[in-house]
């Protein structure tokens, strides 16, 4: 029987999106690097190219110098504008998470799906730029994919008339899914919850209230701390857990902690050999003893290095550093992200300075969906031609003529009297 620990190891969110907190910044620097050279590459060329009418020639061209119209017979490259910086970046998204996430309540929408969509979210912008595709609308976009692979099939006028808006938001879907690498299965931490009070309360010596109390305040913590942070991409589901759980009651979750890691490996047995412990699950352990094997059977020096007080001191550390992380957004920090204060300050100088730094191609979702459908047509026309032109070479190979006008060739006469019998005259 494999582990909970193993089953989790062969999982998306471990394989694809656990990183450290070095790789996860460096992934951010390059996502950054190069929306900054591709929106630079689109600027100078949407200047170097403007449109051929006499009279809005000019009129419409973007002023990227800044100093009024450009005279046409200078021959200098326009000056771009100031990008985001990886921080900066980072700061936007928190915003925008924090929108989604009034958002969701705003739907009232489950627990599951507030937080699938937001870790979607997270995931789609840190491989591609705020400054690439719009925030605001990736919000919906993000809530609409997020109830689907929670089982959740919304209708899309629902959506539009909750936030009364027009948005397409099919325009961004695939889109969103692409930046997810298609990966819909997302772990979370609400179900560890409800396991850790149930096992706090089978040990009988502890207050049904301060159990309550304790699970009430997790909850809570886990419906905004680990969605805030990066918490999704360093720590495990059961971590953030224990983290939000030591959050509102160290001692109950120290104390689970305790139980859970407390083996210390017995002496060997009579005969000096190593003792063995049968793992869960195995109904007869004298069987792999037979056998000569060791099938389901772990010794006491492994299944201590596995729930031994040493481990214990490892767990306890990665719980105290998600633990930190955590307590940097706390739910009593919903005000500060949605204070008028803090948004003249912090963010709507930096949303300003995004409207001058945003991609031109790509921040039209329905724009953009729709040039990629045409660009698929013409592919697909182009890739028919050449396969027709071929038809003589292939008869070389498949026999017979593959010409263009061969199926006319063999194509069954039609008269007055109906189709010939396809299966031949009468017998």
């Known amino acids: 029987m494999a582990s909970e620990d193993a089953r989790y190891r062969e999982t998306s969110q471990f394989q694809a999106w656990s990183f450290s907190p070095a790789q996860l910044a460096a992934m951010r620097e390059k996502t950054n690097a190069i929306a900054r050279q591709r929106i630079a590459e689109r600027m100078l060329a949407s200047a170097s190219n403007p449109p051929t009418s006499n009279n809005t020639s000019h009129a419409n061209t973007p002023d990227l110098s800044g100093h009024g119209t450009p005279n046409p017979t200078e021959n200098s490259t326009p000056a771009l504008p100031d ?37 979607f979210f997270r995931r789609f912008f840190l491989t591609n730029s705020i400054m690439t595709y719009p925030p605001q609308e990736m919000i919906l976009v993000a809530l609409f994919v997020g109830s689907k692979a929670e089982g959740r099939f919304p209708r899309i006028i629902e959506f539009q008339q909750k936030f009364n808006t027009k948005q397409d938001i099919l325009a961004g879907e695939f889109l969103l899914c692409q930046g997810n690498r298609f990966n819909f299965e997302v772990r979370h931490p609400f179900r560890a919850l409800m396991g ?16 309550i109390a304790a699970e009430k305040r997790a909850h809570e913590i886990l419906l905004f701390s680990p969605l805030m942070t990066d918490a999704y991409f360093h720590y495990t589901p059961s971590q953030i ?37 049968p793992l869960p ?33 490892k767990v306890m550390g990665t719980i105290e550093a998600c633990r930190n992380m955590l307590s940097n957004e706390l739910p009593e920090r919903k005000s500060h992200w949605t204070s008028e204060s803090i948004f003249k300050s912090q963010i709507r100088p930096v949303r300003k300075k995004l409207t001058k ?47 263009a006008d061969a199926p006319e060739k063999k194509r069954r006469k039609v008269d007055g009297n109906g189709l010939e019998d396809p299966f031949g005259g009468p017998l």
């Open 83 to 119: 990008f985001l910086k990886p921080e900066e970046e980072a700061l936007l998204v928190s915003f925008y998470v924090s929108e989604l996430l009034r958002a969701a309540d705003h739907l009232g929408v489950p627990d599951e799906v507030r937080a699938t969509a937001t870790v």
């Open 357 to 403: 730094c945003r991609d031109p191609d790509r921040w039209n979702l329905s724009e953009l969906q729709r040039q990629r459908r045409e660009a698929g047509v013409r592919r697909a026309d182009s890739e028919e031609r050449p396969a027709a032109s071929n038809g003589t070479k292939d008869a070389a190979i498949f026999g017979g003529d593959l010409s």
């Open 196 to 211: 850790a009070t149930m096992e706090l309360r089978s040990f009988g010596d502890i207050d049904e209230q301060r159990i």
């Open 281 to 313: 699950g195995l109904e007869n352990p004298g069987i792999a003893r037979k056998e000569g094997g060791s099938k389901g059977m772990t010794t006491n020096d492994e299944r201590a290095a596995i729930v031994g007080p040493g481990i214990r001191d």
């Open 241 to 277: 857990m224990f983290a939000a759980l030591s959050l509102a009651d160290r001692g109950l979750a120290e104390r689970l902690i305790q139980e859970t890691f407390h083996f210390v490996p017995p002496t060997t047995n009579n005969d000096n050999t190593p003792a063995v412990t």
